[in-house]
T-cell receptor, first 115, second 115 residues
């Protein structure tokens, strides 16, 4: 009965490096959402993906950030040339179907620290 | 665009006392409403949700929430809190009508339980 899995749980990068965050949705779920949580803030929606498609990336920064959800394997959130402001907790959620009436199940998050 | 306000950043209650966490939303139509709980270093767990129908909804762990359209509120309540309820609580709103967007979260209320 595995839930949403994210790895790594903690990631430390120096400024200018790349960060790759992975998310494996719950079994049977084909919809993935990425959220970012800055300190003392709520979660901010970044991107919504289905297998091989980006459905909504309205919350994604225009530069340095990208996301994918390939046919096989986990969803990947990629941050290029990280800056200190990217330090945050990144949460992935998955759902069975499209639309917010389908419950989103959250993973434990990846805490990114940029030195 | 929808928004969520949680007016109380911190709330302290004594163990065994009643609890009410406030949530106000801004949205043009009836939204889907959610309360999530986040324990330190963990992901989010859904406590309850409102889509339609009875405006008083029951959730897990003894929580309930009441949707009041006239006040644009969805306050979370519990008649008697336990020390294990200490956590961060987030109210969230989602688009009704099956929209593909992610959830919009409030900034959270940090609940402290006094012995």
């Amino acid at each position: 009965n595995a839930g949403v899995m994210q790895n790594p749980r903690h990631l430390v990068r120096r400024r200018g490096q790349e960060a790759r965050l992975r998310c494996s949705p719950m079994k049977g779920h084909s919809h993935v959402y990425w959220y970012r949580q800055l300190p003392e803030e709520g979660l901010k929606f970044m991107v919504y993906l289905q297998k091989e498609n980006i459905i909504d990336e309205s919350g994604m920064p225009k530069e340095r950030f990208s996301a994918e959800f390939p046919k096989e394997g986990p969803s990947i959130l990629r941050i290029q040339q990280v800056v200190r402001g990217d330090s945050a907790a990144y949460f992935c959620a998955s759902s069975y179907g499209q639309g917010t009436y389908n419950e989103q199940f959250f993973g434990p998050g990846t805490r990114l620290t940029v030195l | 665009a929808q928004s969520v306000t949680q007016p109380d950043i911190h709330i302290t209650v004594s163990e065994g006392a009643s609890l009410e966490l406030r949530c106000n939303y801004s949205y043009g139509a009836t939204p889907y409403l959610f309360w999530y709980v986040q324990s330190p270093g963990q992901g989010l767990q859904l406590l309850l949700k409102y889509f339609s129908g009875d405006t008083l909804v029951q959730g897990i762990k003894g929580f309930e929430a009441e949707f009041k359209r006239s006040q644009s509120s969805f306050n979370l309540r519990k008649p008697s809190v336990h020390w294990s309820d200490a956590a961060e609580y987030f109210c969230a709103v989602g688009l009704s009508g099956g929209g593909a967007d992610g959830l919009t979260f409030g900034k959270g209320t940090h609940l402290i339980i006094q012995p």
